[in-house]
C-alpha cells in the first residue's frame, strides 16, 4: 500500500540531506534509503507526501521516525521569539528531527568526525556491505551483535582512518556491558552524555549527535564549527530563552542559518 498524508513541515531534502542521516539518495523526485530492516521509496507532490510499496502496519514505524508528534509549526512559533530564529525556521520551515536507532547513530556520527557527508556515506555503505544482511534492496546496517570483536584491522577495507580504531573501542566497550545502549533512554542528559564520552573518539559533539538523533534528548545540542560561530556572533550572552529543552532542534534550523549569514560575510 502507499501512506500518504500531508504536512505542512516536511521538505524531503531539508530532513534526508541535512546531515542526521546517512543512507539516503534522490533521483527525479523520489526519495531512496533504508532504515532499519526497511526500505523507503518517498515521493512529495502538490504538498502531499506519500511513503510507497508498504504494509499497514508500518504506518507507526514510520509516523515515528518522521517524528510525526511533534508539532514542528508550534516549535517555529516559539523559535520565532528570537530574531535570528525566525529567519532561520523561515528558510528551514520543512525540517524534522529523524528519530534513528542508538547504535547506526553512534557508528554512524563516530565516523563523521573531520568528514564530509559524501564521504561519510561511502564509509557507511562499505560497513554495511562487509557486515551487514544483504536483502534484494541493499545491505541493512549491521547489528551490534555483528560487529562484537572488530579490530580496526579488520576495518581497514572502510577506508574510515583514524575512525576505525574508535569503532573498534566502542564495540569492545558494548560487548562488555561497560556501556549498554538501551539504559541510555532513561539516562538524564548530562549521565548520558558522560556514558557515550567513555568511548574512545567520542567528544561532546559525537555524543550530543548521537543523543540527538539516537535517543531524541532534544536539549542536546550538537556544536560544530558554525553553531559555534552563531552563538559567538548573534548569541554572546547565552541562548535565547524560547529553545530551552529543545536546543537540539534549533540548532538544525541554525545551522543552514549560519552558513549563509556568517560564512558569507553578511551577518
Partial sequence: MDYSFTCDNFEPDQILFCGQAFRFREEEGVYHGIVGDRYLTLTKEQGRITIHDIEEEDIPFWNNYFDMDTDYKALIERFSADKHLKEACKEKSGIRILRQ???????????????????????????????????????????????YGVTAEELAPLR????????????????????????????????????????????????DCVLLFGYYKTEALPKDVWIKRVIAEFYPDGLPECIKGYEGIAQQYLFDYARRKIGDGNG
Fill in 101 to 147: 536507532s542508538p547504535f547506526e547513530a553512534l557508528i554512524s556520527f563516530i565516523i563523521s568526525q573531520n568528514n564530509n557527508i559524501k564521504r561519510i556515506s561511502g564509509i557507511i555503505e562499505r560497513l554495511c556491505e562487509m557486515y551487514g544482511e544483504k536483502k534484494d534492496f541493499g545491505y541493512l546496517f549491521p547489528t551490534e551483535e555483528r560487529l
Fill in 160 to 207: 574510515a582512518g583514524f575512525r576505525a580504531k574508535y569503532i573498534a573501542d566502542a564495540m569492545s566497550r558494548l560487548q562488555s556491558g561497560e556501556i549498554v545502549l538501551s539504559d541510555i533512554y532513561d539516562m538524564d542528559y548530562e549521565r548520558a552524555k558522560e556514558q557515550l564520552k567513555k568511548i574512545k573518539g567520542v567528544g561532546e559533539k559525537v555524543a
